[in-house]
């Protein structure tokens, strides 16, 4: 679970409630900013704008990358690269046949694929361009996730502004009782504040989460591409290791460094 994204979805709504009850009503505040009416327009309305913006295989999953931003675990690139020097030792020790047996203990598929293309003998030309097709395909997948979020993210506050005309016309045919115009005036900027949570407390952060994993993620799978095709080169394991910290930021690569000095597998020359 992605603890940031949790953490930072809770403090937002934690926020935006103390701003309500700190005011002389307290609690009993929250009462003057639920409206079923501005909800429905707001929250239907946007995602309903949002559907026909999509196809509904794209929009259903669309919605449900809300659960990769709060589960997902993308992975650890020094973990990575550590995998990744394992295997090149085995295959310098036993040769690119033993990794056949290896890839039977790895969970990722885009990994094992590869592996086995190494195995089965394929040119490294080819093996490079089925996993960078591959991957390509993956990441205009995610894109198609993060586009239904900026589509909500967008659609969110047009649909507030238009349940607040649509509150600011019904509160102009009545503008003869005075009485009446401070309430319905609260009503009509409901819609207003509800299409500014949906864009700024849900679809906007989904998005820019979503875009960082899948960013994640792209370079977890470079650092793969470039290590098989490395182990298949026959490269010497140290020069591998080398080659993959330059993905690594300075400090995960003391972070490596350490975990390495620590008992981790080393690149043998």
């Known amino acids: ?93 036993e040769g690119l046949l033993a990794l056949e047996e290896a890839a039977n203990n790895i969970d990722d598929e885009f990994m094992k694929k590869g592996i086995l293309l190494i195995v089965d003998g394929t040119e490294p030309d080819l093996v490079r361009a089925i996993l960078e097709t591959e991957l390509t395909c993956v990441e205009q997948r995610h894109k198609k996730v993060i586009s239904v979020w900026e589509t909500l993210a967008a659609m969110g ?19 003869e009782d005075i009485n009446a115009v401070g309430p319905n005036m609260s009503v009509a900027l409901i819609t207003t504040l509800y299409g500014s949570m949906l864009a700024n407390w849900i679809s906007v952060p989904i998005s820019n989460k979503l875009r960082a994993n899948n960013a994640e993620e792209v370079t977890l799978k470079e650092v793969m591409i470039e290590g098989l095709l490395s182990i298949q080169a026959g490269e010497n394991p140290r020069v591998i290791e080398e080659k993959l910290k330059s993905f690594l930021a300075p400090a995960d690569r003391a972070r490596y460094a350490e975990g390495t000095e620590d008992g981790g597998e080393r690149a043998n020359g």
């Open 1 to 93: 679970m992605d603890l940031a994204t949790v953490v930072g979805l809770v403090l937002c709504l934690g926020l935006m409630i103390f701003g309500i009850v700190t005011g002389d009503d307290g609690f009993a505040a929250l009462t003057n900013f639920l409206h079923a009416q501005s909800a429905i327009i707001t929250f239907g309305g946007a995602i309903s704008s949002t559907l026909i913006s999509n196809k509904v295989k794209d929009f259903t999953n669309g919605l449900k990358g809300i659960k990769i931003a709060i589960k997902q675990d993308i992975g650890d690139q020094t973990e990575m690269i550590k995998k990744v020097i394992e295997l090149s030792n085995v295959a310098r020790k």
């Open 157 to 175: 506050p047009a649909w507030g502004m238009i349940g607040t005309l649509i509150g600011l016309i019904n509160m102009l045919k009545h503008l």
